[in-house]
């Protein structure tokens, strides 16, 4: 791992190539969870990342969710490749077999009906100075996702202010008239629900000089493992584990 400015982390580029591409390392790796092991581990970091925002809400999260298990929803977990330290976490959930998470709140717009989507919850990472580095990864894995199932629309969710980082990476608004919704699914607290054209990002982040472009589009991660489609699951969580409220003082950040 390399720095370009002090007290600040980079990935590695590799001398390497594929399709033309360049190859660059990671301090981590992001990958499905397919265990009870890492699933647990990705527990741990979302309860974490939400209990220092919104820990009424976070109770809830202290074990792993139904929708952890279901046919059209993954979970990524984000390690370091020095201690195998929990990083970050998101879920990606299709609508391929039933309805989005979002939609127990509100009735998409009929420019999104019809069409595959999928949704990005769940998001928190390690609020330390990689923290940021591990958030970029993770939306990264979730467009990989998204291009490798056919899917056209990825859909999040943010509370101010985080719906502003959505804004800087060209999401927008689908119900721009209603600003910020109450949504079951995050404890009825209020967010912007935001949409992102997978099928675009090219186009679009190279016609507005997107700083993220060559690392969403251009480079090669070999460390952002998404392969396989939703419905290969962890197993059902033992009755030995119940709760992951004892980690509620780490430091994670919630981002979605």
Known sequence: METNRPGVLRATPAF??????????????????????DLWKAVRVRHAAYHRHVPDFARQLARPEASDFGDDAIVFLA????????????RMQTNL???????????LPDWLRGQPLAEMSRLGVDNGRIGRMVKTALLKAGVMYCQQNGIAWALATGR??????????TFI?????????????????????????ITTIEARWTAAQHPLLNFFC?????DIDVSGRAGV????????RTSVAQHASEQYELVA
Do not use: C, W
Request: zero cysteines; hydrophobic letters at 35%; a negative charge.
């Open 218 to 222: 251009h480079i090669h991660h070999p």
């Open 16 to 37: 390497t190539s594929i399709a033309g591409q360049p190859t660059e390392r990671l301090p981590f790796t992001i990958r499905r969870v397919d265990n009870e092991a």
């Open 160 to 169: 101010a202010p985080i719906d502003r980082q959505y804004e800087q990476l």
């Open 233 to 240: 699951r962890p197993p059902q969580p033992s009755a030995a």
């Open 173 to 197: 608004d689908v119900f721009p008239e209603l600003g910020f919704v109450p949504l079951r699914h995050v404890g009825n607290i209020p967010h912007r629900v935001m949409a992102f054209d």
């Open 97 to 107: 077999h039933e309805p989005l998470h979002v939609e127990e709140s509100v009735a």
């Open 79 to 90: 390690e370091s490749k020095l201690d195998g330290t929990p990083l970050g976490t998101a």
